[in-house]
């Protein structure tokens, strides 16, 4: 007698022998997308439908992958879609976005090399917790670390939000690294003209130290500056907008009044004080922050980083130390925590708290004048 499809339960069927006995089947699609039947069992020794059931369930269980049968990823896996071209549509569509070229070089420099020519569907969180501990062994500081996991699973977040690729992201399997952003390093106010003497001889990276020690701008705040952004007429210089704060002004110091003057002398208003040299001549486009810390990070390795990790956040002299260095002679000079927060344009007075010393001497005169 032929099988016969259970009424109740899918992909189950039985069969009634010619000696009255029933057999007990189930069927289901393999990786090639075939149909195969199993035999469970006969009736005559204890099976029944429902041990079917459960066996068919057992067997999809192993072939689905969130309800996605093999054979269907199979058939994707056919497709090659490689990172490398997800990269060019991401870079491509948000050519707007803040820091643009060196996004751009930074995926180029260390995530193409090792994912660029993979086939993204195939791409495992194995293989990314790999990137991420070589890099780790390379002596990259948590904070590049995870900004390289976080611009590939940028780059895969936004091929499947523009329906290029329809996949779970791989790249939310692996953690980022906890951040240690406090810097103890600062530069006393000799080393900073230990420093600028020491620049002499190269204009940009000169006027760059000179910029953000007196005005304690981020790195990229000072690179986006352009000539309309000076206003030697009230003496301040504003910065963009940047980690969702709003654009602010900090009044210009004598001293840097007087570079800033010669500088934009023969620049436009649109034109970048840090305009582009490499490979052409661009002053409607500034350098990169790498451009930049390939000018400085040399003069202060050798003048303040001897003996130092590579990776030693805490206590290495970086373009970031000039910031900090900034809001801590501030507080040397008696600013109050919501001076330095507006100057440093700071989101939180907690971050601000990290500048405000108070000496023993200053200490003392207080507590001396009680009662």
Known sequence: MARVKSKSNVGVYKEVLDNG???????YKDIDGKKRWVKVGLKSNGYSERDAVVQRRKTMIELEDLEEPLYIKKNKFQEIITLNQLATYYFNEKSDMKNHRDAYLKYMHQISPVFGLDNIL?????????FKQKLIEKGYRAASVNYYLAQLKAIINYAVFTDRINMVNPC????LLALNNQR????????????LKSLLHKQKAYLFVLIAIFTGARPKAILNLQCKNIDFSFNKITFIAMKNRPSYSVAIHSRLRE????????????EYLFYRENPMLDKSSHMSYIGIKKQTQPTMDLLFNQGLQV???INKVTLYTLRHSFGSLLSKRGANAFVIKELMNHAKIDTTDRYVKVTNQEAKKYIDAIL
């Open 172 to 175: 939310s399997k692996v953690k």
């Open 122 to 130: 195939t791409l495992r969180a194995e293989k990314i917790q790999r």
């Open 184 to 195: 103890k390093r600062i530069l006393s106010e000799n080393e900073i003209e230990l420093l």
């Open 311 to 313: 990776n030693d956040r």
């Open 21 to 27: 006995d029933t057999s007990f089947y189930y069927t």
């Open 259 to 270: 570079a800033l003057q010669q500088w934009v002398e023969y620049l436009n208003p649109e």
